[in-house]
C-alpha cells in the first residue's frame, strides 16, 4: 500500500506490481472523475495532477506517488484555480461528450498554477496532449481563455 493526499484526503492505494494510479484512484478512491481513454498515455483523459504536476494516470505506477498529493477533477471545485477553470467550461459548455474535459481541466488548472497568465501558445501547447474526438476544440479554447483572464484579473 501507498500512502496519498487525494483531493486533500490522507488515503491508501494499491501499489502492486504493474497497478497503475488511474485503477488505484477509481477503485480504492472511489473517484469516478478520473477517466480511462487510450490507457498508453497519449489521449490525456486520465490527467490527474501530481504535485502540481500534469500526469497520465494510466502510465504512472501507482508505486511511484509514494506521499504524493494527487488531484483528481472531483477536487477542482475545492481548488482556486480548478474552481475557476471548471467555471469557466461551464459557463462557455465546452464540454461535448464530456469524456475528455476532465483531463483537459486538469491539465490546464496545472498551467494556470504555474503561469496564471499564460500565452495563447502555452494555452495550445498545454492542449496538444489531449485528444478531443466532437470538435469541441473552439469552446475548450475559448473557456480555457476565459479561466486566465478571470485568473489574471481577479
Known sequence: MVKIKHNNKQQSIESSAGAQLYHALRTTCADASVRYGCGSGHCGACTVLVNGQAE?????????VENA???TPSGLKED???????GAFLKEQAAQCGYCINGI????TGLFRKEKNASDQQITEALSRHLC???AHLRILKAAKLARNQLANP
Do not use: F, H, Q, Y
Open 80 to 86: 482556486p484555480v480548478g474552481k475557476v477553470v471548471l
Open 105 to 108: 481541466m486538469m491539465r490546464l
Open 56 to 64: 497520465n494516470s494510466c502510465s504512472t505506477p501507482s508505486w511511484s
Open 133 to 135: 474526438r466532437c470538435g
Open 69 to 71: 498529493e494527487i488531484m
